[in-house]
């Protein structure tokens, strides 16, 4: 007995011994798997989980050392005839102690029990065939342990049993946590769409939460090689040309679109979108990959898409590293820095480090609201807010002068069309010749970069807002012909978000239960977010030639029907959308490109690079005087075209007509006292504005 207790004695230094050097040379591996609890500050919640997850792994280590011990025996019984080991008792006992102890403890070293690996995955699978082979070595090499480390066979045998034991008794775990729970009786049924990593994730997620919101019924995805995969007892039933039928088939309501790439591929999300519409389905999405990877989002936390993914095209991203070396350490001014651009440019520009960022606008409550943003704390008491109006050209000289700004950003101007129809003066007062005022500031003041923001209705114009701003960009290209340095404009089409835009009117209207209305079943309009307009300004002082209007290629034109209805079903509101007609200066399409304008890319592939013929400030000034509204109206459209050679091959314009995927319908007949496209039509709507 005195030289058992020296052979386990020996046997227990060792297995110490190779405790402490897994333990020494996996420090981090050991540090990861250790819990520790700080007594002062612990709550008993955290005691709670704390002690169930103890009891977790206590239960794991036990079943693993149960399966080694049942491997040993069965090995045994293998290698003996079913007769067992042989043996005295004691050196059975020893050999299953010590067997048990180095499978634990190699185990414990490797993160078996720590949580490492999920449940049932490739990497557990792996943890436990290499815990399983170094413990079969240790056997065979650790001297002195009875039956087993002069047996390598035996050895051998119990480590491939065990193995096989560990495996399945993991996959048994796996698969009672992974069972179907049930959900909640008020459960939505839905389709899947995407049985990729994230559709996969979905799945699993929904049928084994119980209480959960939704039950998958189906899965669709258009890979062919996945039409006879189950996930969770979930079959893939065929790809997109699939959505009606399964829908009627299953009694569907909601299809939930789980690919990964989908919210950043806008083509294939607009089609899937169409499709489950024309099915009578619901849409959601699944949250981003970013929220998911900072974690204040689940797999599982399905929504409703965001308007961002209708755009049917992929959201544009500019390199903005090298960009922002150009404003680094600059003095720069905007204008109209408390409107919707204007701010969100502040904002950015702030971020670059310019050595001063002065922002002037005429609303003292848009200028708090600004700094604000910037700063945390708005006491206007700095030089970087002016207040003034761009109307007041001894102000602006006075305004340049003191701020001596190196590059200006001009977002000052009045928008929205149907005022502007009403009232063409202020279009003139402050779009054209308020726009004069600060150009010939810069000018004077040795500016040295200046970008005019401008809009796509500026292309082909037909309306007060769309004369006024073209006028803006030919007197830019005339300071362009005058000045050193960078003179450019850019063209933005309606910018989601923005204050007053098309998206905050349908909100409020549908927040109200409606009607909701329309101009027009076919109208369309081109739509960029505000991260896009920043974008493609800030782009403009570095790939944009003096003389130059850019214009951001924004994919397809987007229906505002559409539009209207898709936010509806959102809101799971029955607000009723109603048509009411153009308006005056109102286009069913917007343009990009005027007559004579060549769809140009010399710089970048999602950038047009369009010259303007200048304008002479005299054929703008010489309006001032104009006080009645035909008058006005009259003298800007002369204006625009003054001096300009017309072009042999004008470009086709989309005014009165439809888009390529929106063709005529009997349902496109004006209401009773409205005009057909084109024509002036007195109308109440929501606007399409930035």
């Given at each position: 007995?005195?030289?058992?207790?020296?052979?386990?004695?020996?046997?227990?230094?060792?297995?110490?011994?190779?405790?402490?050097t897994a333990s020494e040379s996996t420090p981090a591996e050991s540090e990861g798997c250790e819990d520790t609890l700080n007594g002062d500050s612990a709550s008993n919640g955290e005691l709670t989980r704390l002690t169930a997850r103890?009891?977790?792994?206590?239960?794991?280590?036990?079943?693993?050392?149960?399966?080694?011990?049942?491997?040993?025996?069965?090995?045994?019984?293998?290698?003996?005839?079913?007769?067992g080991l042989p043996g005295a008792p004691w050196k059975l006992g020893v050999a299953y102690v010590v067997t048990c102890a180095v499978a634990v403890v190699v185990g414990g070293q490797r993160g078996l029990y720590c949580g490492r690996f999920q449940s049932g995955s490739g990497a557990e699978l792996n943890a436990v065939l290499a815990c399983a082979a170094i413990t079969g070595l240790l056997l065979m090499t650790i001297p002195g342990v009875p039956c087993v480390g002069d047996a390598p066979?035996?050895?051998?045998?119990?480590?491939?049993?065990?193995?096989?034991?560990?495996?399945?008794?993991?996959?048994?775990?796996?698969?009672?946590?992974?069972?179907?729970?049930?959900?909640?009786?008020?459960?939505v049924k839905v389709i899947v769409f995407g049985a990729g990593s994230a559709g996969t994730q979905l799945v699993q997620r929904l049928i084994g939460q119980r209480g959960a919101p939704y039950r998958p019924v189906a899965l669709l995805d258009d890979d062919p090689a996945k039409r006879k995969l189950r996930i969770c007892g979930v079959p893939v039933r065929g790809g997109r040309e699939r959505i009606a039928q399964v829908a009627a088939e299953t009694g569907a309501t909601v299809m939930v679109i789980a690919i990964a790439r989908g919210c950043r591929d806008g083509r294939l999300f607009k089609e899937l979108v169409?499709?489950?519409?024309?099915?009578?389905?619901?849409?959601?999405?699944?949250?981003?990959?970013?929220?998911?990877?900072?974690?204040?989002?689940?797999?599982?936390?399905?929504?409703?898409?965001?308007?961002?993914?209708?755009?049917?095209?992929?959201?544009?991203?500019?390199?903005?590293?090298?960009?922002?070396?150009?404003?680094?350490?600059?003095?720069?001014?905007?204008?109209?820095?408390?409107?919707?651009?204007?701010?969100?440019?502040?904002?950015?520009?702030?971020?670059?480090?310019?050595?001063?960022?002065?922002m002037l606008d005429r609303d003292e409550s848009a200028l708090h609201a600004v700094q604000l943003a910037l700063h945390g704390r708005a006491l206007l008491d700095s030089d970087e807010t002016v207040l003034a109006d761009i109307r007041d050209a001894p102000r602006m000289q006075e305004v340049f002068a003191l701020v001596r700004p190196e590059i200006v950003f001009h977002a000052a101007a009045v928008k929205h069309l149907p005022l502007l129809e009403r009232y063409p003066a202020e279009a003139l007062k402050t779009n054209a010749l308020g726009t004069l005022?600060?150009?010939?500031?810069?000018?004077?003041?040795?500016?040295?970069?200046?970008?005019?923001?401008?809009?796509?209705?500026?292309?082909?114009?037909?309306?007060?807002?769309?004369?006024?701003?073209?006028?803006?960009?030919?007197?830019?290209?005339?300071?362009?012909?005058?000045?050193?340095?960078?003179?450019?404009?850019?063209?933005?089409?309606?910018?989601?978000?923005?204050?007053?835009?098309?998206?905050?009117?349908l909100s409020a209207q549908i927040a109200v239960g409606g009607p909701v209305t329309v101009t027009h079943p076919q109208v369309a309009r081109y739509f960029m977010t505000a991260s896009e307009a920043v974008q493609l300004v800030l782009q403009a002082v570095a790939v944009g030639r003096s003389g130059e209007v850019l214009v951001l290629d924004m994919g397809e034109q987007v229906r505002i029907a559409d539009l209207a209805r898709r936010m509806t079903q959102a809101a799971s509101s029955t607000a009723e959308i109603v048509f009411t007609g153009l308006r005056p200066g109102e286009k069913l399409t917007e343009d990009l490109l005027g007559p004579g304008e060549a769809d140009h890319r010399p710089r970048h592939p999602l950038v047009r690079q369009v010259p303007v013929p200048p304008l002479e400030p005299a054929e703008v000034t010489r309006l001032s005087d104009l006080a009645d509204p035909d008058d006005v109206r009259a003298a800007l459209a002369?204006?625009?075209?003054?001096?300009?050679?017309?072009?042999?091959?004008?470009?086709?314009?989309?005014h009165g007509t439809f888009p390529p995927d929106c063709p005529p319908s009997p349902d496109c007949v004006p209401a009773p006292g409205t005009t057909q496209p084109g024509t002036h039509a007195a109308s109440q709507t929501s606007q399409a504005a930035r």
């Open positions: 007995m005195l030289a058992a207790t020296k052979r386990i004695h020996s046997i227990t230094h060792h297995l110490v011994r190779i405790a402490s103890s009891r977790r792994r206590a239960a794991r280590v036990v079943a693993d050392a149960t399966v080694w011990a049942g491997g040993l025996y069965l090995a045994g019984r293998m290698l003996n005839g079913g007769q066979t035996l050895a051998v045998i119990t480590t491939m049993v065990s193995a096989l034991g560990i495996i399945t008794e993991r996959a048994v775990i796996a698969a009672v946590r992974r069972r179907p729970r049930r959900p909640a009786p008020t459960a169409s499709a489950s519409e024309a099915a009578g389905l619901i849409t959601k999405v699944i949250p981003p990959v970013d929220e998911l990877v900072a974690g204040c989002a689940r797999i599982d936390g399905v929504r409703d898409p965001r308007i961002t993914h209708l755009l049917g095209r992929e959201q544009i991203s500019l390199d903005m590293t090298s960009v922002a070396g150009q404003f680094a350490g600059r003095r720069i001014l905007v204008t109209g820095a408390g409107g919707s651009i204007g701010s969100e440019l502040c904002r950015q520009l702030h971020r670059m480090g310019p050595a001063s960022l002065v005022n600060v150009l010939e500031a810069a000018v004077n003041h040795g500016v040295q970069s200046f970008v005019n923001i401008s809009t796509d209705k500026a292309a082909d114009p037909v309306s007060v807002l769309g004369t006024s701003k073209r006028i803006t960009e030919r007197l830019t290209a005339h300071m362009a012909a005058l000045a050193p340095g960078n003179w450019v404009s850019v063209r933005f089409g309606n910018v989601l978000g923005s204050r007053g835009s098309l998206l905050s009117s002369r204006t625009v075209v003054a001096g300009v050679i017309p072009s042999p091959h004008p470009a086709p314009s989309s």
